[in-house]
């Protein structure tokens, strides 16, 4: 097969990636509307739930997010009541966020959200164990590919 066919839309991995990327969002509105949370700040609320308190930063690296980008979801979330944000007696650069009573109450709300779009997937929960593994596995290979080209540019 010839490389010109590789420059159709259709066979683009990334577009792939992207239109399925947009269809889970897609599929998230609907359901995280009951509990009034965007996509991206059911994630903040998903780490938070595992890890509370956890700092900006650590969340930041969770998420892959940089800080112009969770600043305002964290702003969000703490004018709905659902976290609170610190800032380190320690280490006044550093700011822990934590969960408070209505965040934590939250979760329980919450426990439907993995069933219903596990269930509008029509994949079985290994499919889906196998894909996710398969796309972790991808981003690291990107990260790494993309951090090699950054290094050869300077």
Same mark, same amino acid.
């Given at each position: 097969?010839?490389?010109?066919?590789?420059?159709?839309?259709?066979?683009? /991995?990334?577009?792939?990636?992207?239109?399925a990327?947009?269809?889970?969002?897609?599929?998230?509105?609907?359901?995280? =509307?009951?509990?009034e949370?965007?996509?991206?700040?059911?994630? !903040?609320?998903?780490?938070?739930?595992?890890?509370?308190?956890?700092?900006?930063?650590?969340? *930041?690296? =969770?998420?892959?997010?940089?800080? *112009?980008? @969770?600043?305002? @979801?964290?702003?969000?979330?703490?004018?709905?009541?659902? /976290?609170s944000?610190?800032?380190?007696?320690?280490?006044?650069?550093?700011?822990?966020? =934590? @969960?408070?009573?209505? *965040?934590?109450?939250?979760?329980?709300?919450?426990?439907?959200?993995?069933?219903?779009?596990?269930? =509008?997937?029509?994949?079985? !929960?290994?499919?889906?164990?196998?894909?996710?593994?398969?796309?972790?596995r991808?981003?690291?290979q990107v990260?790494?590919a993309?951090?090699?080209?950054?290094?050869?540019?300077?």
């Open positions: 097969m010839s490389t010109e066919s590789y420059l159709t839309l259709d066979r683009q /991995v990334c577009f792939a990636l992207y239109s990327s947009r269809a889970f969002t897609n599929l998230y509105r609907p359901i995280l =509307a009951d509990l949370l965007t996509y991206p700040q059911y994630l !903040v609320m998903l780490v938070l739930w595992e890890n509370d308190p956890i700092s900006v930063k650590d969340l *930041g690296t =969770a998420l892959r997010l940089d800080s *112009g980008t @969770l600043s305002p @979801l964290l702003k969000r979330l703490e004018a709905a009541g659902l /976290v944000r610190v800032r380190r007696v320690s280490d006044e650069r550093s700011v822990d966020v =934590a @969960l408070t009573d209505a *965040g934590r109450e939250l979760r329980e709300r919450a426990r439907g959200v993995p069933a219903d779009v596990m269930g =509008a997937t029509g994949m079985s !929960v290994a499919e889906l164990e196998n894909l996710r593994a398969t796309l972790e991808l981003t690291d990260d790494a993309a951090e090699q080209a950054r290094n050869n540019l300077g």
